[in-house]
């Protein structure tokens, strides 16, 4: 008996499930009424139209990207904007107080002002400590033959940079510092095609020496 109870409550259930070909009572309902659906915000929950700001919109929408350029003394553009953003204005400047809207950028030109204010921290950081310790700030490239395979070098150079810093000599005369990695393609002039990448590093070292 148990066991055909069981089986009988299973069967309601599946009976229950909306069926291949069946619409779902909710969206039949919506469908009657004819409400015109809108479009939620998963960050704010409010009911607004979504603008899409990735790259491909925006250079489909607006043409090639422009940057703006430094802003000179009388410029109305803020620095580090360019023709895809929302508001490119200066928030003092007169166009900007006529709308009052601040400056609003595009995400490329954000990620770049955001790198450029931790890149302004990190200086004043190294110059205080510069004048604290009383030791002096040099610039240091360092660089490998080149690769084909560009992460692969990246990764041996890092390796022989973390060697460096814990041997006596470094430890001796250099206190600290900042590490910058990057690197350049070497382009075949006939075809344009990458030949390898010389990978390097670049860095600002607090000591004497």
Wanted: charged fraction near 25%; hydrophobic fraction near 30%; proline fraction near 7%.
């Amino acid at each position: 008996m148990g066991k055909a109870r069981s089986d009988n409550i299973l069967l309601e259930k599946l009976s229950k499930q909306p069926q291949p070909n069946e619409i779902p009572p909710w969206i039949e309902a919506v469908l009657v009424a004819k409400v015109k659906p809108t479009l939620m915000s998963t960050i704010t929950s409010k009911g607004h139209s979504y603008e899409c700001e990735c790259s491909n919109c925006a250079e489909r929408e607006q043409g090639p990207r422009i940057p703006n350029g430094i802003p000179g003394p009388h410029s109305d553009h803020a620095g580090f904007t360019c023709n895809w953003c929302p508001n490119a204005l200066r928030p003092w400047s007169d166009q900007a107080q006529l709308d009052g809207a601040n400056t609003k950028r595009c995400k490329i030109d954000n990620r770049e002002i955001k790198a450029w204010q931790r890149a302004s921290e990190l200086a004043k950081l190294l110059i205080s400590k510069s004048e604290e310790y009383d030791r002096r700030l040099r610039f240091v490239t360092l660089s490998l033959p080149n690769f084909e395979c560009p992460r692969a070098g990246l990764a041996i150079l890092k390796k022989h940079i973390r060697n460096f810093r814990h041997t006596k000599q470094f430890q001796k005369k250099v206190l600290g510092g900042s590490d910058f990695y990057e690197w350049t393609e070497r382009i075949d002039p006939v075809t344009g095609d990458v030949l390898d990448y010389n990978v390097h590093y670049h860095g600002v070292w607090l000591g004497n020496y």
